[in-house]
């Protein structure tokens, strides 16, 4: 990472997260979502409480189940977001007010977005089930395809909300993958809006076809492949999944823990996320009172200035605050 900040939430009842994963950043508002939300949740970015965008239900301006995917454009004064099923993609100003919203030519499931504000465009990407034409698809504001893939091969029969769509969008180029609860051999592709193609970039060959659950990342220099459900171990809250990562230079693979270097080697929490140019993690207080009490059990090694880091850190947090997040920007 070129960079991070430490960021604890509000401490106010409306301001309370819980283990959300979902996020988007932007320079200067964080926006959680996830199933157990009840409504979206924005920030700034010193984790001041600023407001609730939309809610689940039936209404013009709210959403079906939960928020699947969001992106904050600041500079055009924009919050997007992407039901679990949509048949559009909900609009809002930074005061969560709704706008324009952008419809859709055909039922959306759990689907993934890229805007391009200037061009009025944006990318999509689905789960292609039967009523899925496309499986990656540009149309415009008005819901107009533009180009599209169709799902062919993708398509998922019987249609099953416990597969997944996987984008990471930390490099210039659109990647693409679908995560299958029945896992299969699969890729990380890049879309090529100029030849209108998925291109496969990255495959794990499975040992004798004994193909595990498994998620891909890209990141600038790295793909993470996480084993979902096999040899994970438990930290007391939630299991932690082996992650394996490879050069994308040579494809030399090792597995790898991931470490807060900056907090004394502490293993941080379960699930990171790595979207957008950040790399994202949520923490409940007890959580890293653990971990930072841990490695000041073993601080002989550590510099004076980390231990009293760490020091100053854990006297500050109790159980009853409201989480802490850790936000970096990935170095391109």
């Known amino acids: 990472m070129s960079d991070y900040e430490i960021i604890r939430l509000e401490n106010s009842e409306e301001a309370l997260v819980g283990h959300s994963y979902a996020f988007a950043v932007s320079e200067n508002y964080i926006g959680l979502y996830n199933s157990n939300l009840k409504d979206y949740k924005l920030f700034n970015r010193k984790g001041k409480y600023i407001r609730s965008i939309s809610s689940a239900g039936q209404g013009p301006d709210e959403y079906y189940i939960a928020i699947y995917d969001s992106y904050i454009d600041e500079e055009n004064g924009r919050v997007y977001l992407l039901s679990y099923r949509a048949n559009k993609l909900l609009v809002f100003d930074l005061e969560g007010k709704p706008l324009q919203h952008i419809p859709f030519p055909f039922p959306v499931h759990k689907g993934r977005f890229r805007i391009n504000a200037k061009k ?6 689905a789960l292609p089930f039967i009523d899925t034409p496309f499986v990656v698809w540009r149309q415009d504001f008005e819901g107009n395809i533009l180009q599209s893939i169709d799902a062919g091969h993708f398509v998922i029969d019987p249609g099953d909300y416990s ?12 990647d693409f993958s679908l995560f299958h609860w029945m896992p299969i051999m ?6 090529s809006e100029q030849n209108n193609v998925l291109e496969p970039v990255f495959t794990v060959k499975w ?11 890209e990141l600038s220099s790295h793909y993470f492949t996480r084993l979902v459900g096999e040899g994970a171990s438990w930290d007391g809250s939630v299991p ?6 490879v050069d ?7 597995y790898a823990n991931l470490k807060f270097n900056m907090l004394g080697n502490i293993d941080g929490p379960s699930y990171v996320t790595f ?22 059990s073993k601080s002989e090694k550590m510099t004076p200035e980390m231990k009293d880091k760490l020091m100053k850190l854990n006297n500050s947090l109790t159980e009853d605050d409201n989480n802490v ?6 170095k391109q």
């Open 207 to 217: 040992k004798d076809e004994n193909i595990l659950r498994h998620i891909y990342t």
């Open 240 to 245: 932690r999944y082996p992650l394996i990562i």
């Open 248 to 254: 994308k230079n040579n494809l030399r693979g090792c």
């Open 275 to 296: 979207n957008r140019g950040y790399c994202i993690a949520n923490m409940f207080p007890y959580e890293l009172k653990e971990q930072l009490e841990k490695a000041l």
């Open 186 to 191: 699969d890729s990380i592709y890049h879309y």
């Open 325 to 330: 997040l850790f936000i970096g920007k990935l």
């Open 163 to 174: 597969n997944e769509v996987n984008e990471s969008q930390n490099t210039a180029l659109l």
């Open 120 to 125: 009025k465009e944006l990318t999509m990407m």
